[in-house]
């Protein structure tokens, strides 16, 4: 292996240094990641690997790297950015502003490639040249041009092209046949630029690395192995994530933990709310009952919190002696320009009676600012946070609306770009208070300051897993006192979708961090006689994915049960299986896998399917199965059983609208999820908990048994899907 050894005290490498005051593990990503590509020959399918995090860092680390490579006899930096000129334009302010001090001493030159001079002379051109190129045919068909007609000795220098958010137009899963043929037409083209070039390294930067685990059908599979090998990178260095950086962990794994400041951040709202909000339709929605309207209750109480939360943040920093931030709001439902221009018609009609009635008749808002505000107090108090006064709240609040500090804008592709971003490539807050309805530009990329509520509503069926990624614009650096007042709005059936993906790009995530770019990935399904075999990873539907790793939980989650005249013998039956057994509650003791997939299978004969959130049993007895049998283990083919009787958990928490889902109480030297993490090792374990079902509980007063399964701490990343594509009409994606 060829020996590298970097140089890094040059001048652009020092300055963003100093600039940027890198910390030590960023510094060692980027000069780890530079040797590797020194070291290595990478193409456009073996290409260097920067695996970091939505809203991360992964700019700041890429750049650096720049400057490291322009110190280290790259001449020409060229920057991929996704296809919409606001992400080209965000890159290129971008590296103004980081190479601001150092771009005047005629060492480097930056260009947008559809505006690049046509009359650059030697001396420009024997400078460090910088160009950011969008993903779009015209553009490469422009650099092609520029690299081979123009300054054809720019091709012959040694040249880095990183190819930003790689997952967008990669190798890799795409929902229509159309967008395929455009990523391949892309590929193709950069492709060809790359073979154009003399000396050429590719670095591909994402936080979706999913081109590498989900495939194209041509890959052939192993039957006999369930392993789909990925198309792997030469090398992968990881982004360092700080301690500061939010992400999926904190809206769907801290939130359930009751006394946290995330337990607060999301708030349900009712789907027929996003039919309204699609179109207009006087039979669903009046627009003149904007502020009284029970279709939009969701959407009004979230512009009124906003505007409360942004409001209290503000009186915060002026209580500190600190500059008072601007606030944002993304609405962010459909990709049709229609309803955009439908939803900016109702949020500026709820507006204009807010500000009417802060006007005129302020105490009709009294109740309005009086429901935000303690909704607001709960996190601050879980925060310890210092909590303005309801006068003060009150009187700031009637102060912004009749001030006109609340701006709406509409964002998407017929939006004047210029009008959208600041000097430094973000989206603009023009007021102290904005909100922005979006399309496509609010969907992959544009960073947005100070955001602290988002209201989502896109279609779960549609889900594509680094799309849903890229939409989350509450992902990023978040002060905690701002989290305290962020809000997350979307339907339960989103948020499940959500969590999943979370839990399935969290899984996915690890495997790679430990190796499994190399090892591969299990993707399983069940065939029409109910045995396990591989899926084709680009045939996943992933709102019906779970995925499995050390410790995961599956158990159903906002059942019903059936009516005591229905179930009583049922349970009675289960009750006697589970005591055969002999062994006391909260002891571990081993039973065969298909005595507990039938005591599975009568489980669910008890739930009713027509109330609450169905369960996937199909999902659970597959997982179970898969646990159970791939193993080493002496102990293949059975489960941990632990089995408590006695207990009393609501149906709903107390105190909120969301579905109690940790019955197995995990708190507790003596709590059978300790013990269950304590048995399960190599073979999953089975909670057996036997609940009263008291009508007051939201139940249906009659006892029954709620299982949980917990995966071994041995597990490998399995992703099972119950459903995929094949089962579908494609012609949805």
Same mark, same amino acid.
């Given at each position: 292996?060829?020996?590298?050894?970097?140089?890094?005290?040059?001048?652009?490498?020092?300055?963003?240094?100093?600039?940027?005051?890198?910390?030590?593990?960023?510094?060692?990503? @980027?000069?780890?990641?530079?040797?590797?590509?020194?070291?290595?020959?990478?193409?456009?399918?073996?290409?260097?690997?920067?695996?970091?995090?939505?809203?991360?860092?992964?700019?700041? *680390?890429?750049?650096?790297?720049?400057?490291?490579?322009?110190?280290?006899?790259?001449?020409?930096?060229?920057?991929?950015?996704?296809?919409?000129?606001?992400?080209?334009?965000? *890159?290129?302010?971008?590296?103004?502003?980081?190479?601001?001090? @150092?771009?005047?001493?005629?060492?480097?030159?930056?260009? %947008?490639?559809?505006?690049?001079?046509?009359?650059?002379?030697?001396?420009?051109?024997? #400078?460090?040249?910088?160009?950011?190129?969008?993903?779009?045919?015209?553009?490469?068909?422009?650099?092609?041009?520029?690299?081979?007609?123009?300054?054809?000795?720019?091709?012959?220098?040694?040249?880095?092209?990183?190819? %930003?958010?790689?997952?967008?137009?990669?190798?890799?899963?795409?929902?229509?046949?159309?967008?395929?043929?455009?990523?391949?037409?892309?590929?193709? #083209?950069? %492709?060809?630029?790359?073979?154009?070039?003399?000396?050429?390294?590719?670095?591909?930067?994402?936080?979706?690395?999913?081109?590498?685990?989900?495939?194209?059908?041509?890959?052939?599979?192993?039957?006999?192995?369930?392993?789909?090998?990925?198309?792997?990178?030469?090398?992968?260095?990881?982004?360092?994530?700080?301690?500061?950086?939010?992400?999926?962990?904190?809206?769907?794994?801290?939130?359930? @933990?009751?006394?946290?400041?995330?337990?607060?951040?999301?708030?349900?709202?009712?789907?027929?709310?996003?039919?309204?909000?699609?179109?207009?339709?006087?039979? /669903?929605?009046?627009?003149?009952?904007?502020?009284?309207?029970?279709?939009?209750?969701?959407?009004?109480?979230?512009?009124?919190?906003?505007?409360?939360?942004?409001?209290?943040?503000?009186?915060?920093?002026? #209580?500190?002696?600190?500059?008072?931030?601007?606030?944002?709001?993304?609405?962010? *439902?459909?990709?049709?320009?229609?309803?955009?221009?439908? #939803?900016?018609?109702?949020?500026?009609?709820?507006?204009?009676?807010?500000?009417?009635?802060?006007?005129?008749?302020?105490?009709?808002?009294?109740?309005?600012?009086?429901?935000?505000?303690?909704?607001?107090?709960?996190?601050?108090?879980?925060?310890?946070?210092?909590?303005?006064?309801?006068?003060?709240?009150?009187?700031?609040?009637?102060?912004?609306?009749?001030?006109?500090?609340?701006?709406?804008?509409?964002?998407?592709?017929?939006?004047?770009?210029?009008?959208?971003?600041?000097?430094?490539?973000?989206?603009?807050?023009?007021?102290?208070?904005?909100?922005?309805?979006?399309?496509?530009?609010?969907?992959?990329?544009?960073?947005?300051?100070?955001?602290?509520?988002?209201?989502?509503?896109?279609?779960?069926?549609?889900?594509?897993?680094?799309?849903?990624?890229?939409?989350?614009?509450?992902?990023?650096?978040?002060?905690?006192?701002?989290?305290?007042?962020?809000?997350?709005?979307?339907?339960?059936?989103?948020?499940?979708?959500?969590?999943?993906?979370?839990?399935?790009?969290?899984?996915?995530?690890?495997?790679?961090?430990?190796?499994?770019?190399?090892?591969?990935?299990?993707?399983?399904?069940?065939?029409?006689?109910?045995?396990?075999?591989?899926?084709?990873?680009?045939?996943?539907?992933?709102?019906?994915?779970?995925?499995?790793?050390?410790?995961?939980?599956?158990?159903?989650?906002?059942?019903?049960?059936?009516?005591?005249?229905?179930?009583?013998?049922?349970?009675?039956?289960?009750?006697?299986?589970?005591?055969?057994?002999?062994?006391?509650?909260?002891?571990?003791?081993?039973?065969?896998?298909?005595?507990?997939?039938?005591?599975?299978?009568?489980?669910?004969?008890?739930?009713?399917?027509?109330?609450?959130?169905?369960?996937?049993?199909?999902?659970?007895?597959?997982?179970?199965?898969?646990?159970?049998?791939?193993?080493?283990?002496?102990?293949?083919?059975?489960?941990?059983?632990?089995?408590?009787?006695?207990?009393?958990?609501?149906?709903?928490?107390?105190?909120?609208? /969301?579905?109690?889902?940790?019955?197995?109480?995990?708190?507790?030297?003596?709590?059978?999820?300790?013990?269950?993490?304590?048995?399960?090792?190599?073979?999953?374990?089975?909670?057996?908990?036997?609940?009263?079902?008291?009508?007051?509980?939201?139940?249906?007063?009659?006892?029954?048994?709620?299982?949980?399964?917990?995966?071994?701490?041995?597990?490998?990343?399995?992703?099972?899907?119950?459903?995929?594509?094949?089962?579908?009409?494609?012609?949805?994606?």
């Amino acid at each position: 292996m060829q020996q590298v050894k970097t140089h890094t005290t040059g001048m652009f490498y020092t300055y963003l240094k100093e600039k940027n005051t890198y910390s030590n593990e960023t510094m060692h990503c @980027i000069e780890k990641t530079l040797e590797n590509l020194l070291r290595y020959g990478t193409t456009l399918n073996r290409p260097g690997m920067l695996l970091g995090k939505i809203q991360s860092g992964k700019t700041r *680390t890429f750049i650096g790297l720049s400057g490291l490579a322009m110190d280290n006899g790259f001449d020409v930096i060229i920057v991929l950015t996704k296809g919409t000129r606001a992400l080209a334009r965000q *890159t290129l302010q971008r590296l103004y502003l980081e190479f601001a001090g @150092i771009e005047d001493e005629d060492v480097l030159q930056i260009h %947008d490639i559809m505006s690049m001079p046509e009359n650059l002379i030697e001396y420009e051109l024997q #400078q460090k040249q910088m160009i950011v190129v969008k993903k779009e045919t015209n553009n490469l068909k422009r650099l092609e041009e520029v690299l081979s007609i123009r300054y054809p000795t720019l091709a012959t220098k040694k040249t880095l092209i990183i190819d %930003d958010e790689a997952d967008f137009a990669s190798i890799g899963f795409s929902k229509t046949k159309r967008e395929i043929t455009e990523i391949n037409v892309i590929a193709g #083209q950069i %492709d060809s630029l790359r073979r154009n070039l003399t000396d050429v390294s590719f670095l591909q930067v994402t936080a979706t690395p999913y081109s590498l685990y989900l495939q194209p059908e041509t890959l052939k599979v192993d039957g006999s192995t369930k392993v789909f090998e990925p198309v792997k990178p030469v090398f992968t260095e990881l982004v360092p994530v700080p301690n500061e950086y939010i992400g999926g962990e904190y809206y769907f794994e801290d939130s359930k @933990i009751g006394d946290s400041i995330s337990s607060n951040i999301y708030e349900p709202i009712n789907e027929g709310e996003l039919i309204a909000l699609k179109k207009p339709d006087r039979r /669903r929605f009046k627009l003149e009952e904007a502020l009284q309207s029970n279709k939009i209750a969701s959407l009004r109480n979230s512009i009124i919190h906003f505007v409360v939360g942004g409001v209290m943040r503000r009186i915060q920093q002026k #209580q500190q002696g600190t500059r008072m931030n601007k606030y944002s709001f993304i609405i962010h *439902t459909e990709q049709s320009k229609l309803s955009h221009e439908w #939803q900016e018609t109702i949020v500026l009609e709820v507006k204009r009676h807010l500000q009417q009635a802060a006007n005129t008749q302020p105490e009709l808002l009294l109740n309005f600012i009086k429901t935000s505000f303690e909704n607001m107090k709960k996190s601050l108090t879980s925060l310890g946070a210092e909590i303005p006064s309801f006068a003060e709240v009150q009187f700031e609040t009637l102060w912004a609306l009749q001030k006109d500090h609340l701006l709406i804008s509409k964002v998407n592709s017929e939006t004047d770009i210029n009008q959208l971003l600041d000097n430094s490539g973000q989206l603009k807050l023009r007021a102290p208070l904005n909100i922005f309805i979006g399309g496509q530009i609010l969907d992959r990329g544009i960073t947005i300051a100070n955001l602290i509520g988002f209201y989502y509503g896109r279609n779960p069926r549609r889900f594509q897993q680094d799309t849903v990624l890229q939409h989350s614009r509450m992902y990023g650096f978040r002060p905690k006192e701002d989290l305290a007042v962020t809000r997350f709005y979307t339907t339960k059936e989103i948020y499940n979708v959500m969590m999943k993906i979370h839990e399935f790009d969290a899984g996915l995530r690890k495997a790679f961090e430990q190796g499994g770019q190399d090892q591969g990935v299990v993707f399983i399904q069940q065939d029409l006689r109910n045995e396990i075999i591989p899926c084709s990873p680009n045939k996943l539907l992933l709102s019906k994915t779970t995925t499995l790793r050390p410790y995961k939980r599956m158990l159903p989650v906002g059942f019903q049960t059936g009516y005591k005249t229905y179930i009583s013998q049922i349970v009675e039956k289960i009750d006697r299986a589970i005591g055969e057994s002999g062994k006391k509650d909260g002891v571990a003791f081993l039973i065969r896998l298909d005595n507990a997939k039938k005591i599975i299978r009568t489980i669910a004969k008890t739930f009713d399917d027509n109330t609450g959130p169905s369960w996937d049993v199909k999902a659970f007895l597959a997982s179970m199965e898969y646990l159970s049998r791939h193993t080493d283990s002496d102990y293949q083919g059975h489960v941990w059983c632990i089995v408590k009787r006695g207990r009393n958990m609501s149906r709903i928490r107390p105190g909120s609208d /969301r579905y109690e889902d940790a019955p197995d109480t995990p708190a507790g030297e003596k709590g059978e999820l300790r013990l269950a993490k304590q048995v399960a090792t190599d073979i999953p374990a089975l909670l057996l908990l036997r609940q009263n079902g008291e009508e007051e509980k939201g139940w249906r007063g009659t006892p029954f048994w709620w299982p949980v399964l917990v995966a071994p701490k041995n597990t490998k990343t399995v992703v099972f899907t119950s459903e995929s594509l094949s089962e579908q009409d494609e012609t949805e994606y």
